[in-house]
């Protein structure tokens, strides 16, 4: 069964930093983009950054960029977000996602989600 | 950056009814559009790809069409399972950015 499970979460002070993880099972991990995806309380979905397979190319969204970093290990199956200097507005649930099961550009339409986990910037 | 804008924000409708949900793009993407649906505390569920694909096991009721700067969504006949937010998404580029959502309530 494909799964992607993400930890990390937590409350943390503005400013502060946090790591994020999401692990893989079911399927080959290391080909696959992987993305985190999220969304504040109340809110839409926003796409904050994505993951070559390899690990070679990232990309980030304005709203993250040079503060969070999206890195991945291909032998633990395990994707990473290390977010730093961290802010009120970036709460929200973190969704780690790719495009598994269609064919097409891997930049979208992403057909496997995690549960999320929940991060909290608050004094 | 291309930008997506949904319309209505919200709609609400009756069971059975015919529902319609439009996705406009700053500029022109192709047929690089998905739309999810999202039930309220669950996880973003992909409905279609490519514009008008349907993801496997999606009802049937569902369809999309559209390409270039214009899409929708439709759903034939609404059922009470379909109270839901829907959100369109294009990833013709980087960033593959989201509609704002749609929330769809039963009359």
């Known amino acids: 069964e494909v799964q992607l499970v993400e930890s990390g979460g937590g409350l943390v002070q503005p400013g502060g930093s946090l790591r994020l993880s999401c692990a893989a099972s079911?399927?080959?991990?290391?080909?696959?983009?992987m993305n985190w995806v999220r969304q504040a309380p109340g809110k839409g979905l926003e796409w904050v950054a994505v993951?070559?397979?390899?690990?070679?190319?990232?990309n980030y969204a304005d709203s993250v960029k040079g503060r969070f970093t999206i890195s991945r290990d291909n032998s633990k199956s395990t994707l990473h977000l290390q977010m730093n200097s961290l802010r009120a507005e970036d709460t929200a649930v973190y969704y780690c996602?790719?495009?598994?099961?269609?064919?097409?550009?891997?930049?979208?339409?992403?057909?496997?989600w995690g549960q999320g986990t929940m991060v909290t910037v608050s004094s | 950056d291309i930008q997506m804008t949904q319309s209505p924000s919200s709609l609400s409708a009756s069971v059975g009814d015919r529902v319609t949900i439009t996705c406009r793009a700053s500029q022109g993407i192709s047929n690089y559009l998905a739309w999810y649906q999202q039930k309220p505390g669950k996880v973003p569920k992909l409905l279609i790809y490519a514009a008008s694909t349907l993801q496997s096991g999606v009802p049937s009721r569902f369809s999309g069409s559209g390409s270039g700067t214009d899409f929708t969504l439709t759903i034939s006949s609404l059922q009470p399972e379909d109270v839901a937010t829907y959100y369109c998404?294009?990833?013709?580029?980087?960033?593959?950015?989201f509609g704002q959502g749609t929330k769809v309530e039963i009359k």
């Open positions: 996602a790719s495009r598994y099961y269609s064919s097409g550009s891997s930049l979208g339409a992403f057909d496997i």
């Open positions: 998404q294009k990833y013709y580029s980087a960033p593959p950015t």
């Open positions: 993951i070559s397979g390899s690990g070679d190319n990232t």
């Open positions: 079911g399927f080959t991990f290391s080909t696959y983009n």
